[in-house]
């Protein structure tokens, strides 16, 4: 390997579980965990923040057992951290680049047994891309699974300028960055979004024409029907309702339902390096829960309140020592 430096342990601290169950009960802090070892083409990254997704307590039930990793596991997917080692094929990156990325290429396929929830973890090159530097490592974080399945998911139904969208779950962590993304990237038409009463006004703010609240009204009995649903809440048959003639349903939100498009994001860096100008100019925001960031000793705190679903945006866990 190239560019070892000196100082990297040979243990590290991490949140593991070690048998499937609730994430909140089976969690465990481990200060004495073998580091990863390094690939020719992955980085190993000094993590100094991390952000949680619904995919981690899934998987620590069990849900894709029969192609997870081993366990033990140290869960999470987002990273945002400082390249301390690359293997000895990364071009891309040298040692002190400041990087971000989803750590797990396919999240159902054999991800990675030390996530980012722990001091340092490997990725490979191709997951990466350089921090926008705009953007807080807590910022960083908070992006990558959530906006490449915003980003790739728009994609799937080949959404594209002058077309209208609605999005189901507008002020979650995926439902902010389609808005945003249709808004800014794809040049939407015509956006309507759902959230409940407290979360109208964000919905407004991240460009959403018309918020819909979900306590009060129900979205598949407005008049106005939509070039494309985009469903990141799971919400059955009703988005199919909502769509225009020909118009395409797209869910993220397993086990879907037929007429809908069940789609699950591939990491790839490419697509934050494509995103970089749009972030970095400020028209697409990541949005981070107003009680993050949790500190590393309140991961499984800050599980339990993801688990809840009130937050706004993303839950991340800041500092990692």
Known sequence: MANTASNIPSHIKAWVYSQYGDIEENLKFD???????LKDDQVLIKVVAA???????????????????????APGYDVAGVVVKVGSRVQKFKVGDEVYGDINENPLDHPKTIGSLAEYTAAEEKLLAHKPSNLSFVEAASLPLAVITAYQGLERVEFSAGKSILVL???GGVGSLVI???KHVFGASKIAATASTAKLELLRELGADFPID???????????????????????DRPLKAVKEGGKVVTI???????AILFLLTSDGAVLEKLQPYLESGKVKPIIDSKSPFPFSQTVEAYSYLKIHRAIGKVVIHPIP
């Open 31 to 37: 200060t004495n965990v073998p580091i990863p070892q």
């Open 51 to 73: 952000a949680l997704n619904p995919v981690d307590y899934k998987r620590a039930l069990g849900n894709f057992k029969n192609t997870d990793s081993p366990l033990p596991t």
């Open 169 to 171: 779950g507008g002020a």
């Open 180 to 182: 945003q993304l249709a």
């Open 214 to 236: 979900y306590t009060k009204e129900n979205f598949e009995e407005l008049p106005e029907k939509f070039d494309v649903v985009y469903d990141a809440v799971g919400q059955g």
């Open 253 to 259: 939100v397993e086990p879907g339902t037929p007429g």
